[in-house]
């Protein structure tokens, strides 16, 4: 028996890093046309997986290797193939079986000789990539532990005999599936629900005789191995995004990167990176059995909005959308607003009414975090609230809805936010977003390459390594967050080039490191940032007027402050307007509207915290105003006018908006009750027994003692 040879094909695209493909190994064994034990639908059910897979092995995702009348030595030789060892992925056996044995044909050729289960595991157990077995037979039930024992992650068996037409369509829907690029346990329920459709729902009729009460198919999982549910073919090869909705064309912006500002759906063409990400939330939404509500969490400037708006949005074609973030509402009336209810309405009624107008809807809450920070660490009723409406929308006792719910926030609310959940018997799944790997990074500098429109728009040519070098050096700073210190890179090197001819446009790895010298660190780029708004405003940079406007988007759990354009103005004035717009063009502030108001907010959390530092490291007269220090104005009895109108009015806006000036109360004491304190008396040095000094004189002694008790033992045994 020959075997095709196998050798890769060219990569999918130039942007994705090809791994070898996977192998999918078919092995058909029938009996004589003319004897009992023939099984008429065994040529249909290879005719099915081939016609299914052949397309994947076109769009070289997989290599399809048939074995029709196998015999054992035909299925080592396989496994033994130089272009093969160590590839197949998967494993497929159609024919008869019983639940020591499966049956293949006899070397002579001549009927079906039976070959041991336990042989047959343990010869598998020596073949590290196989990942799924398929015992498409009569009662292979009984394989499945010793095949989970050698190493495959996961089986699929049946538990009794079945009828053969059955089979044939279970397994050719389930190559169906699996070969367009559904992971593994979205493939066997699609597969299901299509036998259930076609045959009817009660499952006695699937047997041959006899039938049990239950499904007669079942996948089962290797202990520790249950990630194997959401592998895929894409995934195998490094192209998560096979088969997913194209996202629409939109017109595309300037600049190919966005500094620290979130990428938005019209930028969907310039997201990248996030592949494996985009198909396991696209999977979530679109599947038949997954949870109804996902929680969505990772660190501060990941880029988990850019991920939902311009990764996941832009491909949902068969749900509404909708996209809403916390506003200071509270997180129950901004999703009763985003689903268009009138004010006051409960969740679950907001929820019925605009399903049965929307349809199916895919609803999303961004920064439910800051229901935590924005509360002043006070009590979480808010978040009690927002659990409850919940739970009454996707709860046990709730009527079935088709829609869902992501709800988003910063990783280390996760537990609290899922014990809610857990707490309040809410099916939920939970999606952890990382920071980018090295073949995400490779895929972000890479991208403006990877399609011919994009190479029409922006001119922008990537030179040979550069990919490999960012990569290199952004990963070996583990403190460092990469997403946005990578996007400040790459802005600050399109700068550069953005004023060329299009012909001279190239990321070089000369000017990258010239750009490094510069921006290593998101403290870096917020120092350049500042030396450009002391050329623009230096009158604001010398008083530290602009650490002060800074420092008043900070909340006291070092994150972004929202700021309504009224309250700027009312602690600061007109004097401050300039200043915040210059911010604005430095891609420090970033302008947003809510609830139809306009408001201010930093661009990114990741320098909020970066900001604190440099505003409590500041000696500018404001700064040193505010810690209640002496400066040189104060001693000539003036002071900076704009320091003067904030002085009197922060500290009521700080009321009202819960701000971060910890030290205010310390400002408010009575000067002369703090000059009349009296210091604590000190003790001479000279004899002062300090707690180091005690330490080691107690050390001192243990020493002295142990030396003693060594004396003594050597004495008494000599």
């Known amino acids: 028996m020959s075997t095709e040879q196998l050798s890769d094909g060219e990569p999918l695209s130039p942007a994705v890093a090809v791994l070898p493909k996977p192998v999918i190994l078919a092995v058909y064994a029938n009996a004589e046309p003319d004897t009992d034990d023939y099984l008429r639908d065994i040529d249909l059910e290879a005719r099915d997986i081939h016609v299914a897979l052949k397309r994947s092995e076109a769009l070289n995702l997989c290599r399809l290797v048939e074995l029709r009348g196998a015999t054992t030595d035909d299925i080592f030789d396989v496994f033994s193939e130089p272009l093969i060892r160590n590839r197949v992925s998967v494993l497929h056996f159609a024919g008869h079986s019983n639940s020591y044995e499966l049956f293949l044909r006899s070397m002579d050729g001549f009927g079906l000789t039976s070959a041991s289960g336990d042989g047959l595991a343990e010869f598998f157990k020596a073949q590290e990539g196989l990942r799924v077995v398929f015992l498409n037979g009569c009662s292979t039930r009984f394989h499945v532990d010793g095949l989970l024992k050698v190493g495959a992650h996961a089986v699929i068996a049946t538990e009794k005999a079945i009828d053969d037409s059955v089979a044939r369509r279970f397994a050719g829907r389930f190559y169906s599936n699996f070969g367009q690029g559904a992971p593994l346990a979205t493939a066997f329920s699609e597969a299901v629900a299509a036998v259930k459709t076609e045959y009817g729902p009660d499952p006695e009729v699937l047997y041959r005789e006899h039938g049990l009460e239950r499904w007669p198919w079942e996948i089962h999982y290797g202990r520790g191995r249950e990630s194997i549910a959401t592998w895929s073919l894409p995934q195998a090869v490094g192209d998560p995004l096979f088969g997913l909705p194209e996202p629409p064309k939109a017109?595309?912006?300037?600049?190919?990167?966005?500094?620290l500002e979130p990428y938005r759906s019209i930028d969907a063409e310039l997201f990248f990176g996030r592949g494996t990400e985009i198909r396991t939330l696209y999977e979530w939404a679109t599947g038949t059995d997954r949870p109804p509500v996902l929680l969505l969490a990772g660190d501060s400037g990941v880029g988990k909005s850019s991920l939902l708006l311009a990764g996941f949005a832009p491909r949902l074609r068969t749900a509404k959308f909708l996209y809403t973030r916390r506003s200071s509402s509270g997180l129950c009336t901004t999703l009763v607003h985003g689903?268009?209810?009138?004010?006051?309405?409960?969740?679950?009624?907001?929820?019925?009414?605009?399903?049965?107008?929307?349809?199916?809807?895919?609803?999303?809450?961004?920064?439910v975090d800051e229901a935590f920070t924005h509360n002043g660490g006070g009590t979480h009723g808010e978040v009690d609230e927002f659990l409850n409406a919940v739970a009454e929308v996707f709860g046990p006792t709730s009527r079935h809805t088709e829609s869902r719910l992501l709800v988003s926030f910063r990783k280390e609310y996760l537990a609290e936010i899922e014990t809610g959940f857990i707490d309040r018997n809410v099916p939920i799944e939970i999606v952890l977003v990382a920071s980018l790997s090295r073949s995400n990074v490779l895929e972000i500098v890479d991208g403006t390459a990877r399609s011919s429109r994009l190479r029409e728009k922006y001119s922008l040519k990537i030179q040979d390594g550069l990919a490999e070098r960012i990569a290199s050096q952004i990963a070996s700073d583990e403190s460092s967050n990469v997403a946005p210190l990578l996007q400040v890179q790459l802005s600050l090197m399109w700068r550069k080039v953005a004023p060329m001819p299009p012909d001279s446009r190239m990321f070089s790895v000369e000017l990258y490191e010239r750009i490094l010298g510069r921006a290593k660190l998101l403290g870096d780029f917020l120092d350049e940032q500042l030396q450009h708004l002391t050329v623009q405003n230096r009158e604001a940079v010398e008083s530290g007027l602009h650490l002060d406007v800074l420092q008043f988007f900070v909340t006291p759990f070092i994150t972004s402050e929202i700021r309504t354009t009224q309250q700027i103005a009312h602690v600061y004035g007109d004097r401050a307007n300039t200043l915040v717009d210059q911010l604005v063009d430095l891609y420090l502030l970033l302008p947003m509207e809510r609830d139809n108001r306009k408001m201010i907010r930093l661009s990114h959390d990741v320098i909020a915290p970066i900001i604190r530092n440099r505003f409590d490291r500041s000696v500018a007269p404001g700064q040193l105003a505010r810690r209640g220090r002496p400066t040189p104005h104060l001693r000539r009895g003036k002071r900076h006018a704009g320091h003067q109108r904030a002085g009197q009015q922060q500290d009521q806006v700080a009321?009202?908006?819960?701000q971060h000036n910890h030290l205010r109360d310390r400002l408010r004491q009575p000067r002369a009750g703090r000059a009349h304190r009296q210091p604590r008396p000190r003790r001479p040095r000279q004899g002062r027994q300090t707690p180091r000094r005690l330490r080691r004189d107690r050390q001192r002694k243990s020493c002295q003692v142990a030396a003693v008790r060594s004396r003594s033992i050597v004495t008494c045994q000599d």
């Open 339 to 367: 689903l268009a209810a009138p004010a006051g309405s409960r969740l679950v009624e907001a929820w019925r009414d605009a399903e049965a107008v929307r349809g199916r809807t895919i609803a999303v809450i961004d920064q």
């Open 251 to 259: 017109e595309l912006p300037p600049a190919p990167f966005r500094h």
């Open 655 to 658: 009321e009202e908006c819960v």
